[in-house]
């Protein structure tokens, strides 16, 4: 497998692909209904990039390994949002996910936020350590029913100083 290099997003199917990959994913890993896939679907028909936001995708060898987006958060011209951060689970411990969010965070800078936000489950252990590795913080936990299942949601935040 070669190092993964990242790519805006912008050819033909990656909006498709990145719903399609977070409802097969989210499935067989954790059990999740088509209400998940849903919200990525609606994630990813609000994106649009601009100057506050983008998005990238990860390929290994020339095929898409994962994706994440950076999107503005309505009203708050100063706060992005991590958003719709998958890997493909056979690009997993390759780097992928950490070039992805650290894309993100730098882009969030660039385009001149004072904190980047995202959120997460607890269930997503991996994502979590990767997030924390970064800075984030969890600044709020709920317990609550989604996409067919128990959740506890985590909001995390990174202050970019």
């Known amino acids: ?11 033909p199917g990656d909006l498709g692909w990145v719903v399609e990959r977070h409802g097969v994913v989210y499935a067989a890993e ?13 994630i990813v028909a609000d994106f649009s990039p601009a100057p506050r936001e983008a998005g990238w995708i990860a390929e290994v ?12 958060s309505p009203g708050r011209p100063d706060v992005g949002k991590l958003r719709a951060l998958i890997v493909e689970p056979e690009a997993r411990g390759h780097g992928v996910g950490r070039l992805l969010v650290e894309r993100c965070i730098g882009f969030a ?12 489950t607890a269930n ?13 913080e969890v600044v709020r936990e ?11 949601s985590r909001h995390m935040e990174l202050e970019l100083h």
Request: hydrophobic letters at 45%; a negative charge.
């Open 109 to 120: 800078r660039e385009a001149g936020c004072a904190r980047i936000e995202l959120w997460t």
């Open 124 to 136: 997503l252990e991996a994502a979590g350590r990767l997030y924390e590795m970064f800075g984030f």
């Open 1 to 11: 497998m070669g190092g993964p290099r990242l790519r805006a997003i912008g050819q």
């Open 61 to 72: 060898d020339g095929r898409r390994a994962g994706c994440v987006l950076c999107t503005a």
């Open 30 to 42: 954790h059990g999740w209904d088509q209400s998940f896939e849903a919200l990525v679907a609606r």
């Open 142 to 152: 709920v317990r609550e029913e989604a996409f067919g299942t128990e959740v506890l």
